[in-house]
């Protein structure tokens, strides 16, 4: 059974730092790009960042270049999102996405909410 399981999220003040996790069961993780999205309220869902399977390349959405870093560890079938100098329109669900190139299907998790307010 696939699972992907965030954790990490929370409320914080602007320029404050949270670290998302997503771990990963039920496939080959190594295996995957691991993607993290978010989706604030009454907006679409959208990228944020990337991470290729071995971890050699990384990609970031324009607002969050130089503030967000994705990481992953293979050995513990875990992606994280490191997420510093937070602002309010950071506020979302932050999910994660397991994608294998040339799958039709991917996976995702269930979300962690992240808040960041005064």
């Known amino acids: 059974q696939v699972q992907l399981v965030e954790s990490g999220g929370g409320l914080v003040q602007p320029g404050g730092s949270l670290r998302l996790s997503c771990k990963a069961s039920?496939?080959?993780?190594?295996?995957?790009?691991m993607r993290w999205y978010r989706q604030a309220p009454g907006k679409e869902r959208e990228l944020v960042a990337r991470i290729t399977s071995a971890g050699g390349s990384t990609n970031y959405e324009d607002s969050v270049k130089g503030r967000f870093t994705i990481s992953r560890d293979n050995a513990k079938n875990t992606v994280f999102l490191q997420m510093n100098s937070l602002k309010p329109e950071d506020t979302a669900v932050y999910y994660c996405?397991?994608?294998?190139?040339?799958?039709?299907?991917?996976?995702w998790g269930q979300g962690t909410q992240v808040t960041v307010s005064s």
């Open positions: 996405n397991a994608w294998r190139v040339g799958s039709l299907l991917d996976y």
């Open positions: 039920g496939f080959t993780f190594s295996s995957y790009i």
